[in-house]
């Protein structure tokens, strides 16, 4: 039962474009999430977080949208760059401050044209 | 240099054999994680210590093992019993304190001959 979703396996964006990437969550427990970067045969590395209390968090290119009540966050980059090529993870902690660790989505394979 | 270090980063397995799995950070964090994926799959936890000498059980725990005797060190253990051990397995430690992010490790790829 996946409570972290990542419908799109893959994505593909120009260059110079916007990325978006979507996630849906179930469970109401969630009360942050976090977005992390994963290239191949590597650990993940963390972007942005966001806490359940706001709907946005900028960091450079990235920022982080959180719709509560359709239980749905988006990453937005922008521009687009090559480096961005990888695969992204969303993942919740859910009350309780994550001390009993993160639920990860599935992934989305991020592919950066030239 | 302050990070995560998981060793060896490729092992292989005879069917039967138990494996353990190191991971050592010098991050200071109290919090320390193992995660299993698997291809085209989230990250999934198996075990998780917030303090030394105390783990708990996380999403997948059948046939695996922890220790944490040393707040630098989480080894994990892959016992004979885990059907389907091939994977990438992943170590992250974080500070306590609400909502920390968890860093980490760059992973060992299990696979069984």
């Known amino acids: 039962d996946q409570q972290v979703k990542q419908n799109s396996p893959s994505l593909s964006v120009q260059e110079g474009r916007i990325s978006i990437l979507n996630c849906d969550y179930t469970n109401s427990m969630f009360d942050y999430f976090l977005w992390y970067k994963k290239y191949p045969a590597e650990g993940p590395t963390f972007l942005i977080s966001i806490s359940s209390i706001k709907d946005k968090n900028e960091d450079g290119r990235f920022t982080v949208f959180l719709n509560k009540s359709a239980k749905h966050l988006s990453l937005h980059i922008v521009p687009s760059q090559p480096g961005d090529s990888a695969v992204y993870f969303c993942a919740g902690y859910k009350s309780g401050g994550g001390a009993d660790g993160l639920t990860f989505g599935k992934g989305t394979h991020l592919i950066i044209q030239p | 240099d302050g990070g995560i270090t998981q060793s060896p980063k490729y092992l292989f397995r005879k069917e039967g054999q138990n494996v353990t799995l190191s991971c050592e950070q010098n991050?200071?964090?109290?919090?320390m994680y193992w995660y299993r994926q698997d291809p085209g799959q989230g990250l999934r936890l198996i075990y998780y210590s917030q303090i030394v000498n105390d783990f708990q059980k996380g999403d997948i725990a059948e046939g695996y093992s922890v220790s944490r005797e040393k707040k630098e060190s989480f080894p994990l253990t892959v016992t004979s019993a885990q059907k389907n051990p091939t994977a990438f397995y992943l170590c992250a430690s974080r500070l306590t304190g609400r909502n920390q992010p968890q860093h980490f490790g760059d992973g060992t790829r299990l696979s069984i001959l």
């Open positions: 991050l200071n964090h109290d919090a």
